[in-house]
C-alpha cells in the first residue's frame, strides 16, 4: 500500500495550504490526510471547520450533502450539520481547532493531536506564521507607530512555536510559507529570514542536522526541490503553476534526513500556459456595481456611469474617447445588470479547461457570494476610467495620467503616494496580487469590465486564489475578503503537496 502521511496545518486561514494537500490524488490515493488544522481567527475556523465537515461526509458518501448544495444557493440558514451527519461534524471539530498559539491551551492540544497522528505511516507539517509583522506593508504601517518596538511584536516569533511543533513531531517534511517582505525584514539588526533557517537548520543534533532545506524550482514545464543557493531562492511564484494571479511567496520545504537525499531526483510535471484573469472569471454572471448612500437602483446607477462617460469623452485623449462615447450609446450593454448573480454560467462543470475543472463543481445548482459592494458616486468615474484605459493601453494608469477630472481633493495625489491608488486588473493577464487590503474599498481590484463599473466579488476573488466554487468563506463580507487574501491558492498548494509525495516517494536516491 502507498504510504499516507497525517497533516498538521498550523496558522491555518481558511484553509488554502491544507485544501490543496488534502485534495491530492494519485493513483486514486489520497496521500495526505489532515490531523489537525489550527486558526485562531472565528470567522476563519468556522470555515475551515466547515470545509473538514464536507471532506468527512464526501469520504464517507461520494456527493456532497443535500443540505450543503441548499445552504450553498442561499449562504444563509447556516444548517445545523450534527444533524445532516453527526460523525462527519465530530470529526470536522476535532480536526479543526480555534486556538491561538503560543497559549499554553493551544500547545497542550495541540501534542495531543499529535500523538493522534502515529497511526499514519509518517507525518507533515504545513503552514505559516502570520505575515504582517513580515510584510512591507505591515512594517511601513508600523514605523507610521512612534511606540512601535520590532522586539515586542510577538508576530515575529510565531514562528517558534512552529518550530517547537516541527521539533516534537519530527514529521518526514514540513512546508513554510510566508510572504517576500520576511526576506528583508530585520529585528535587533539581524534578519528575521536568517534567524529562521538557522532555527530550522539547527534542528538535530551538532553534527547531525535533522532536516535539508529545499527551495522549489520551475524549469521547462517540470517542478523540482533544489538546495538554495541564496534567500530569494525560496521565492515561489504561483504563475508559473497555473495559478491565475502573479502572487510570489516564500515557500521553504525540509525533508527529514533519512529522506532527504530522494529529494533531487523528484519531478513533476507543470503546465507553463499562463491564465488569466479572463480564464477565472470571464465566465461569472455581469454584474453592476452599488452606489453609496441612497438611490441605489440600476436607473440611477447606469445614469451616473452615462454622466460619467459624457464626461470622460471630452476630457481624456483621442485613443479613450470612442470607448467613452460607444458606452454613452449604450451599445456594449444591452440588459439591466444586477449587484449579485447565482446563475450558473453555461456549460458549467463540463469544462476540459484544467482550472475550470478545478473550480467548478458539477453538484452545485448556482454560484455563492457572487454579489458586489457600494461604491461613491465618484468613484464610479475613477472606476470606469480605470477600466476603458487598461483596455486599451494594456496597462492600469497612474495617478498621473487621470483626467484632472477624476483627481481627488487631496494634497497627496501628485506626490507619487498614490500613483496605483486605483488599479484595473486586466482581462487577458495574471491579476495583480490578492491581498486583505481588498476587504477595504477595492479600488486595487477593480474589474476589467468597464460595462460593470466595480471591484471585485468575493466568489471572483476567490476564483483568483483558485478556490473551488464550494468553498464557502464564513463571516461578514469583510471577514470574508480577508480570509481570500491571507491564504495560499489550493491549486498551487496541491502541486507542492504532489512535489513533496513525489520526493517522499522517490525510488531514485
Not at 536568517?194 to 530550522?200: R, S, V
Not at 538546495?227 to 491565475?244: I, L, M, R, T
Not at 437602483?297 to 467613452?324: K, Y
Amino acid at each position: 500500500m502507498p504510504p499516507t502521511f497525517g497533516v498538521t496545518d498550523l496558522f491555518a486561514g481558511p484553509g488554502g495550504l491544507g485544501e490543496g494537500f488534502s485534495s491530492l490524488s494519485v493513483d486514486r490515493h489520497n496521500p495526505f490526510s489532515i490531523g489537525i488544522s489550527v486558526e485562531k481567527d472565528a470567522s476563519a475556523h468556522k470555515t475551515l471547520r466547515l470545509r473538514a465537515f464536507l471532506r468527512a461526509y464526501q469520504f464517507k458518501h461520494g456527493k456532497l450533502p443535500d443540505e450543503f448544495v441548499s445552504f450553498h444557493a442561499r449562504a444563509a440558514g447556516d444548517p445545523d450539520w450534527a444533524s445532516v451527519d453527526a460523525g462527519a461534524w465530530s470529526h470536522a471539530s476535532k480536526e479543526a481547532r480555534q486556538l491561538e498559539l503560543g497559549k499554553i491551551s493551544a500547545s497542550e492540544a495541540i501534542d495531543e493531536a499529535i500523538a493522534g497522528l502515529r497511526k499514519f505511516d509518517d507525518t507533515i507539517l504545513i503552514g505559516g506564521p502570520p505575515c504582517q509583522a513580515y510584510s512591507l506593508v505591515g512594517r511601513a504601517r508600523s514605523r507610521g507607530n512612534p511606540g512601535y518596538v520590532p522586539e515586542h511584536d510577538e508576530r515575529h516569533f510565531l514562528f517558534r512555536e512552529y518550530i517547537r511543533v516541527l521539533e516534537r513531531l519530527r514529521p518526514a517534511a514540513f512546508v513554510m510559507e510566508n510572504v517576500k517582505g520576511m526576506l528583508s525584514s530585520t529585528i535587533e539588526s539581524r534578519r528575521v529570514f536568517e534567524m529562521l533557517t538557522d532555527d530550522l537548520s539547527s534542528l538535530g543534533t551538532k553534527n547531525d542536522h535533522l532536516y535539508e532545506l529545499f527551495a522549489v524550482s520551475v524549469e521547462n514545464g517540470e517542478a523540482r526541490l533544489r538546495h538554495p543557493k541564496k534567500p530569494s531562492d525560496f521565492v515561489v511564484k504561483a504563475e508559473e503553476f497555473g495559478v491565475p494571479q502573479r502572487r510570489h511567496r516564500v515557500i521553504i520545504i525540509g525533508i527529514r534526513a533519512d529522506l532527504a537525499s530522494r529529494a533531487s531526483a523528484a519531478s513533476i510535471h507543470v503546465n507553463d500556459k499562463r491564465r488569466t484573469v479572463n480564464d477565472a472569471i470571464g465566465n461569472l454572471g455581469h454584474l453592476r456595481s452599488g452606489i453609496s448612500g441612497s438611490g441605489d437602483n440600476f436607473d440611477t446607477w447606469s445614469d451616473h456611469l452615462s454622466e460619467w462617460a459624457r464626461t470622460l469623452a471630452h476630457n481624456s485623449s483621442v485613443a479613450l474617447e470612442q470607448q467613452f462615447r460607444t458606452l454613452v450609446s449604450g451599445s456594449e450593454s444591452t440588459l439591466p445588470l444586477t449587484r449579485s448573480s447565482e446563475t450558473l454560467p453555461s456549460s458549467y462543470g463540463t469544462s476540459n479547461d484544467e482550472l475550470l475543472r478545478w473550480l467548478e463543481r458539477p453538484e452545485l445548482r448556482s454560484i455563492a457570494q457572487h454579489a458586489t459592494r457600494g461604491h461613491m458616486a465618484s468613484d464610479l468615474g475613477r472606476y470606469l476610467f480605470a477600466a476603458v484605459f487598461g483596455r486599451v493601453h494594456g496597462y492600469s494608469p497612474k495617478a498621473s495620467e487621470f483626467p484632472e477630472v477624476l483627481r481627488p481633493n487631496h494634497r497627496n495625489w501628485d506626490s507619487g503616494i498614490f500613483a496605483d491608488r486605483f488599479r484595473v486588473q486586466l482581462a487577458n493577464e495574471a491579476s495583480t496580487t490578492v491581498t486583505s487590503h481588498i476587504s477595504k474599498d477595492g479600488h486595487y481590484f477593480i474589474h476589467p469590465d468597464p460595462t460593470q463599473c466595480r471591484s471585485l466579488t468575493v466568489r471572483e476573488a476567490a476564483r483568483l486564489q483558485t478556490f473551488p466554487d464550494d468553498y464557502l468563506f464564513m463571516g461578514n463580507r469583510t471577514q470574508q475578503y480577508v480570509q481570500v487574501g491571507n491564504a495560499v491558492p489550493p491549486f498551487l498548494a496541491r502541486q507542492i503537496a504532489n512535489l513533496v509525495y513525489a520526493s517522499l516517494t522517490s525510488t531514485n536516491p
